[in-house]
T-cell receptor, first 113, second 109 residues
Framework: EAGVTQFPSHSVIEKGQTVTLRCDPI?????LYWYRRVMGKEIKFLLH????????ESGMPNNRFLAERTGGTYSTLKVQPAELEDSGVYFC???????????FGQGTRLTVV | KNEVEQSPQNLTAQEGEFITINCSYS?????LHWLQQHPGGGIVSLFM???GKKKHGRLIATINIQEKHSSLHITASHPRDSAVYIC???????????FGKGITLSVRP
């Protein structure tokens, strides 16, 4: 069974450009989470989907970040326009129920120059 | 102060040593996760626990709910155990995780 997969693994973009990150959760997992680690800091929560609905988006930094999960399958996280402070590693995780074990993707390393 | 604190920040051990990594948290939790990340790799869940103790191979995780403290023990450590070990907690009805900064473990042959 495939695990959580994220695309791309790395992305280097210029300040002001747009980047879209994708996460494919484990099949059948209704819960999908986005997290981010900025260099030197702990991993922090961004948002949580239950199927296609945003359950909690309290961690989204600002309105330059837009997450979607059309049809309750894969999710995308778009950053537009990107700023230097958006650099970091973006992790996606999925779980079957909210109390289940979380399975993480490999992460997308985003560098904004 | 972060809700989840890990100590020590960095740890170096000799192959074969018994290793303990600690995690303290300041909020009420419904579950605590121990996660592992190898250099250049993704995050792997080692344990999820809400009470007592769990064991998997050479790894043992314990939690003391009253003291808000958890430990991860590695017996007969090996260089392949070198990784970042991250403690994360889930609070109450929330399902999102709150993470510690992680501890970088290096096991020397």
């Amino acid at each position: 069974e495939a695990g959580v997969t994220q695309f791309p693994s790395h992305s280097v973009i210029e300040k002001g450009q747009t980047v879209t990150l994708r996460c494919d959760p484990i099949s059948g997992h209704d819960n999908l989470y986005w997290y981010r680690r900025v260099m030197g800091k702990e991993i922090k929560f961004l948002l949580h989907f239950v199927k296609e609905s945003k359950q909690d988006e309290s961690g989204m930094p600002n309105n330059r970040f837009l997450a979607e999960r059309t049809g309750g399958t894969y999710s995308t996280l778009k950053v537009q326009p990107a700023e230097l402070e958006d650099s970091g590693v973006y992790f996606c995780a999925s779980s079957q129920g909210i109390t289940g074990s979380a399975f993480f993707g490999q992460g997308t390393r985003l560098t904004v120059v | 102060k972060n809700e989840v604190e890990q100590s020590p920040q960095n740890l170096t051990a000799q192959e074969g040593e018994f290793i303990t990594i600690n995690c303290s948290y300041s909020v009420g939790i419904s579950a605590l996760h121990w996660l592992q990340q190898h250099p250049g790799g993704g995050i792997v869940s080692l344990f999820m626990l809400s009470s007592g103790k769990k064991k998997h191979g050479r790894l043992i995780a314990t939690i003391n709910i009253q003291e808000k403290h958890s430990s991860l023990h590695i017996t007969a450590s090996h260089p392949r155990d070198s990784a970042v070990y991250i403690c994360a907690v889930r609070s109450g009805a929330n399902s999102k995780l709150t993470f510690g900064k992680g501890i970088t473990l290096s096991v020397r042959p």
